[in-house]
DNA sequence: AATGAATGAGGGTTCATTCAT
DNA sequence: GATGAATGAACCCTCATTCAT
């Protein structure tokens, strides 16, 4: 790669990273192609040279996350460890990769793209589930509509609630508690 | 209320009903004070003599959730059931109000006002763990952030997965399954 | 009509002078909404309040054109005169009206709108051209369509040459002239 | 001319090529520098380093035209053929030209460069017109102002509009018919 | 000499909000 | 008090043109 297309590339990432930036923090409807130009110290019109249109530029942004987050997903599940490991592995990853791009779970019911990410990732607990249920970790008297569902909930309630992430962190009894809710629910074990 | 104030009111009334229709159906950010003021039959200047700003008309329709969670809320709590069947009830209401208003979650991030749907929620769930704990239907073991959040995660979930809340309705197998995973978690019953 | 109208309708009058005279001078294509804003004394705004897009301006200006032209071969149609008289009325109504409007003969081929102007005036002539040929004073011996075509090509090149246009005007040889043409062609009067 | 100048020389001729044939089918207004660039196969700054501007290269492109013409036409003048063997050869001229370059009559009262190709097709007929006076061909009862403007009107009608010239080529009889009025006039030879 | 990249100026359009009546 | 009309600011996007390499 020679000088011009360094500086092509240079351009090019620093406008998804100010996209990545704002869209994360304000959410891509928000965020406006100038506010990005602004941020990534170029002209509207280079985004455009670029991306081609918002849409792209939006497009180009869920898709990091996704690869991002297939990544980590998939180096995890053929870990050599327990399944509760696993899960809270995949949780934490979760919680990282939702707490870089802030993550808005997109609403159904409009014509926007699918939400890929969802599907993404429901793609990989899918895989999980079968694998618990084989092994004999998860319950198998439910369908696994409702454990995915299940599942989704949770990935969903950490990628919503910032907040929550948060103090997990910094208190892990708070995190353990939630893992442990997850696995034995709230009657806990018998 | 003479027949001006009442005329005024009966188009306040109005707008609050256009509001919510449009609001519920495609988000607060995608409906223009122009729709609503159409929908209304009044004109957009009328909107701005009763609410200010659509700032405040957004303000209006969300505390109109809260004021309809809450009242149903509060009955349930004093319902004289099972904690389990309070949970189902509290779980039917939250999933009738959301379906009736679309609820977006809002981010953090942004100068919206707090999200005051949620937290009135959270307050009312707090409420409700403590009952439960005290009468031995919840865990003790874990502390009230975590069950509120857990609990949070579940309605949240609901709230946003219009295609689960569906299938609840329609598949009473799924519906009693995600009961049944949140009170005993994914290990299942010992 | 109270005040309230009447101000619209200034304001929408004021749009379409506008919009009229620099289409006319410059043609749709280089007009942008900005210049009639400004020409109008009114903001772009206020254009898309009166007419939606650009686009209806441009229509709503071509179409003022063909009731114009409309309107003044009506008149001239039932004129008890003779044909000849009646053609030139016709031509001088023609000029006028494309002196007026600077008509752009719409290129065909592209996707705009059917060229309506030409349109309305095809219709009028090929009226014209019956009455003419069943008094006798139009050969007979030719196709309606090569008449047509031929009438066409006159009125074009009104309307596409304002220098000749000029000149008619202040040389009533030129006018009397290409008449004459149009009439016994280049061979002449036998 | 060395290698250097030879493919100077040919990326010129490949931009001339791509902006002809991209003019001539949706005119020089639809078509973008970048446009042209693709279809040559050139980067955008090799056309301003070649033509300084797209308004250079529109006149370029206009130029060819001109002399595309003018050379058809030099050589019809010299036909030894009858008057109207050579008016028809004329006419075809410049239906196959018309036809090529989809030729653009331009308006007047913008800051374009005065209308060059109608200019040279004037210049043509009225060398012609002229000849025919002298000949006895045409009628020297008008003056050659009117006559040059009747033969404008016939090469302006055909130009603009391609679905006569489509129904010309394929119909003999309005071809004919054209040429009979042109020459004889809606009255008809006595 | 040719290029890839970047850009300023401008295009049409929407929308929350204000103001004269 | 309600309205019709008007608006400024912003939005996404295009394009002729320039410049470093």
Redesign the pocket.
């Known amino acids: 790669m ?4 360094r ?6 990432e ?1 406008i998804r990273r100010a996209a990545e930036e704002l869209f994360s923090k304000f959410g ?10 602004r941020k ?11 991306f ?6 939006v497009h180009d942004y869920r898709k990091s996350i996704v690869s991002n987050i297939s990544g980590r997903f998939r180096e995890i599940l053929v870990w050599k460890k327990s399944y509760l490991e696993k899960f809270q592995g995949l949780l934490q990853s979760w919680i990282d990769v939702t707490d870089r791009y802030n993550i808005e779970i997109e609403r159904s019911g409009t014509k926007q793209s699918p939400d890929t990410i969802g599907q993404e990732i429901e793609n990989s607990f899918r895989e999980f589930i079968k694998e618990g249920k084989e092994q004999g970790n998860l319950r198998t008297d439910l369908s696994e509509e409702a454990l995915t569902a299940y599942i989704k909930f949770f990935q969903q309630g950490i990628a919503n609630n910032p907040e929550i992430r948060d103090r997990m962190r910094r208190d892990e009894k708070l995190s353990n508690g939630l893992l442990s809710l997850f696995i034995y629910g709230i009657r806990g074990q018998s």
């Open positions: 020679d000088g011009f297309e500086r092509k590339e240079q351009s090019k620093d891509a409807d928000k965020v406006s192609v100038n506010d990005i130009a990534a110290g170029v002209s509207q019109a280079t985004i455009y040279n670029n081609g249109s918002k849409d792209e530029l």
